[in-house]
């Protein structure tokens, strides 16, 4: 190596430590840059704007977002999403580590099992939204069908076209699609805490519910705050499935923010008042963020203390 | 408005006497016209974007028409399809980046959001118009908007219609159905009780959902905005419509609140719907279908325009069609050549033939054209003749496009006829949501 004379004098910056580690990390910062921080940069700036599809717009401030404000139609997608992302977590959360619990047993065909599981993660969204669907048609229903042979029920059920039972029919195919991604990676946490724990715990005669309680549970909280925060951005950020399922009708009871944003910027073509309902998205995911991060990972809360 | 249709049409009907011949045209009236000379640039290429094909005769057509014109002009043309919806952002941010297809087939309102970016094909619009026997006046409305220019060349329109099944109105006690609406009530109320039950959508359905809604509004002198594009919607006449639509309601197939765009195709093609409004893609797919069940049914299908309300006059709502050149082509000559190759009635009545009339012609001359020589597809060779704009009674532009997306009209009539406020409410809904829209 020393017998080679550097050609010229500019390839000798490459033996800084420094500038080759910039340079390394130049592709990626470049990356992050186009296709993240320069779409959301844009997005925020378009939100200040009354710009429209195929026409520049002019700085508004906050008037998107004081119109949004006051405009019912927003109000009701912001109690959709809340409702649906709240509603739709817990069932995921409680669901998913049962599962995770059920799986970690010694089960026969356990990979096999395993890998059945998380059909309904794999399944991509649009085609899952297309055959609930089906399930949900006011004139199809297989559940309607098999309710009406059986004689319980005497007229199909309205599963989108009533407000109530739109938004819980919507909720129960996003829970079906997101509970094996949580129980999935509460196994893999689980399996990481050693069986000598619970050998403890047993000859210190703790139940199985003790063992849980203050062994599993604690262990397992950091994989939980990250597991339920991804869990939360995903739901409350839906999209396919609404859009499939409802368009966000009927009298917009399922429309969330997300698919709000989509039908007023794109459709409607008023691209400043789209960006600014999904600008509007951003304090919520923020707040999600930061609870899982200063909350949930905290040292007292997973020894199984309280704050006081 | 209608006397100046009566003496446009009277004029027309000259023209269009010719058809035993199978042109439509009179030999001596095409060559008098003949003033059309037109030389596509050398080397000239274009792209064209369409909305993807509603029944399948349409695009086979449409595609071997452009392969006649490649192999006349020596023009290669790229053509792509997308879905309806998909085609309106596209054509704006073409028209906004100054890049994309020369060509764009869209609908509605489309050719008023960017009216400047669009090439001026005057010249053309009239060449066809006086050649073939005249638009329809509420062509002018969509591309004629400042009275002088033409931004675009109408296509046609994907008329709506009442779609019902034969035996199911006369098992109801009917003949036919109703020309007004009082009596239009009477069959839908006797339908339910046969069993055989109409239906609307009444989710958020671009297509099915404004269509018929705009009627309902419509046809009882209710409208978003007036001339002068103020929002009137809150008003006497449109609680009228809203309280007529809740009666309607009552006689639907229940469901109909969350029906999009393909629910009422299904539900009827299954049997179990008596009436419905669709374009005549229900009448083609049962014509065409696999299945020997389906297609039996077709001699049972039958269509109907709506019923005229209070105002005394047709009141529908169609998808309209339009054509634009974007001013950035490089090819502005071969574009308009194309278009007028497309437009002339060598490969027009093909077209309208295998589609079984999905589109509507523009063009007056085509009423007499063999595709409406079925009965059954009459109410949709009217489509372009008794349809009302999009954004009736104001203007076109970013306002009238962007209230018909967001489902005002839609949204208000699903929620005063579900009961879930009250017709006075939704009205006054309506006018909060479209008046952000309008600007007051």
């Known amino acids: ?308 | 408005m209608s006397s100046n249709r009566r003496d446009f049409l009277k004029t027309t009907a000259g023209v269009a006497a010719a058809t035993a011949t199978g042109t439509l045209l009179a030999p001596s009236v095409a060559s008098a016209q003949g003033a059309w000379s037109n030389q596509p640039e050398k080397g000239a290429k274009l792209r064209v974007l369409r909305w993807k094909r509603f029944v399948q005769g349409d695009e086979d057509t449409y595609m071997a028409n452009v392969k006649k014109f490649t192999e006349k002009y020596g023009v290669e043309v790229r053509v792509d399809h997308e879905g309806w919806e998909d085609v309106r952002p596209k054509a704006a941010v073409a028209a906004n980046t100054g890049a994309g297809p020369d060509i764009i087939l869209s609908t509605n309102d489309d050719a008023n959001l960017y009216p400047d970016k669009l090439l001026d094909v005057t010249d053309l619009a009239e060449y066809l118009g006086k050649k073939y026997g005249g638009w329809y006046p509420v062509c002018q409305q969509y591309l004629k908007p400042d009275g002088k220019k033409w931004i675009g060349v109408p296509l046609g329109c994907a008329g709506n219609a009442l779609v019902y099944r034969e035996s199911a109105i006369k098992a109801a006690g009917f003949s036919s159905v109703p020309k007004d609406t009082a009596g239009f009530l009477k069959l839908m109320q006797a339908l339910k009780e046969k069993g055989m039950p109409g239906g609307f959508a009444l989710g958020n359905a671009t297509g099915d959902g404004n269509t018929w809604t705009h009627w309902l509004v419509w046809s009882h002198g209710g409208r978003l905005v007036n001339e002068k594009n103020q929002v009137v919607i809150d008003s006497p006449e449109t609680i009228r419509a809203l309280e007529y639509g809740k009666s309607l309601y009552e006689t639907f197939v229940p469901g109909t609140l969350s029906w999009l765009d393909p629910n009422n195709n299904k539900a009827f093609l299954d049997g179990q719907l008596g009436i419905t409004a669709n374009g005549i893609s229900v009448y083609y797919a049962a014509k065409n279908s696999a299945d020997a069940k389906v297609k039996e049914m077709t001699a049972d299908i039958n269509h109907a325009n709506f019923p005229i309300g209070p105002v005394g006059r047709p009141t529908e709502f169609n998808l309209f069609f339009n054509q634009m050149i974007f001013r950035y082509t490089k090819y502005p000559r071969a574009a308009k050549e194309f278009l007028r190759f497309m437009m002339e009635e060598e490969q027009v009545s093909p077209w309208l033939t295998a589609s079984i009339g999905y589109v509507t012609p523009a063009l007056t001359v085509y009423e007499k054209h063999p595709v409406w020589n079925d009965p059954k597809s009459i109410p949709y060779r009217d489509s372009m003749k008794i349809m009302l704009p999009s954004g009736y009674s104001g203007k076109m532009g970013y306002a009238s496009a962007g209230a018909l997306a967001d489902f005002i009209v839609v949204n208000m009539v699903a929620e005063a006829v579900s009961g879930s406020k009250t017709p006075k409410e939704a009205a006054e809904r309506a006018q909060k949501r479209a008046e952000r829209y309008y600007k007051v």
């Open chain 1, 1 to 308: 190596m020393t017998s080679a004379a550097p050609p010229a004098g500019g390839t000798r910056w490459l033996d800084n430590r420094n500038v080759l580690g910039a340079l390394f990390m130049l592709p990626a910062a470049v990356l992050l840059l186009a296709f993240l921080t320069y779409p959301l940069g844009l997005g925020v700036w378009l939100g200040f704007t009354d710009t429209k599809i195929g026409r520049p717009g002019e700085w508004v401030g906050f008037e998107n977002y004081e119109f949004l404000w006051g405009d019912s139609v927003t109000r009701l997608a912001l109690f959709n999403t809340l409702f649906y992302t709240l509603v739709a977590s817990i069932f995921k959360f409680g669901l998913g580590l049962w599962l995770a619990l059920l799986l970690n047993k010694h089960l026969p065909f356990k990979a096999f099992i395993r890998a059945i599981v998380l059909l309904p993660f794999i399944v991509p969204t649009a085609l899952s939204a297309i055959a609930f669907w089906w399930i949900y048609d006011a004139q199809f229903s297989v559940i309607s069908w098999v309710l009406t042979k059986a004689g319980l029920i005497d007229r199909y059920i309205d599963f989108l076209g009533d407000p109530w039972n739109a938004r819980f029919s919507t909720i129960a195919a996003n829970i079906w699609r997101g509970v094996p991604f949580v129980a999935i990676c509460l196994l893999a946490g689980l399996q990481t805490i050693s069986p000598s724990y619970y050998e403890a715990a047993s000859l210190d005669g703790a139940t199985p519910w003790q063992q849980f309680r203050y062994v599993t549970l604690p262990l397992l909280t950091p994989i939980i705050a990250v597991v339920m925060t991804f869990s939360v951005l995903f739901t409350f950020t839906d999209f396919q499935l609404i859009y499939v399922l409802t368009r966000g009708g009927p009298l917009n009871a399922t429309h969330l923010m997300a698919t709000l944003s989509f039908q007023r910027a794109i459709p409607g073509g008023s691209l400043g008042e789209g960006a600014a309902l999904a600008v509007a998205m951003v304090p919520f995911l923020l707040a999600a963020i930061l609870f899982s991060y200063f909350g949930l990972q905290r040292r007292r809360w997973q020894q199984g203390g309280g704050d006081a």
